[in-house]
């Protein structure tokens, strides 16, 4: 697992910190409700993680 990856870098990858802040809160909710995909991982790291690794995508809505 990765150690603190860069704020920086993250909300580039989402197109702001809102939609970042946004997209990762919701992800940790979906991997909350299944207990067997987090393991020992937390929801959040998890989330996290993945958007790092450019596993979960951002895709803005045109009401934005």
């Known amino acids: 697992m990765m150690n603190r ?6 909300a580039q ?4 910190r809102y939609l970042l802040v946004t997209a990762v ?15 020992n991982n937390k929801p959040l790291s998890m989330a996290v993680e993945e958007m790092y ?6 895709i803005p ?4």
């Open 25 to 39: 809160a919701n992800r940790a909710r979906q991997l909350q409700d299944d207990p067997d995909a987090l393991g």
């Open 61 to 64: 809505s045109k009401e934005a």
């Open 53 to 58: 690794e450019d596993k979960l995508i951002v």
């Open 5 to 10: 990856p860069p704020v920086n870098e993250l």
């Open 13 to 16: 990858k989402a197109g702001s």
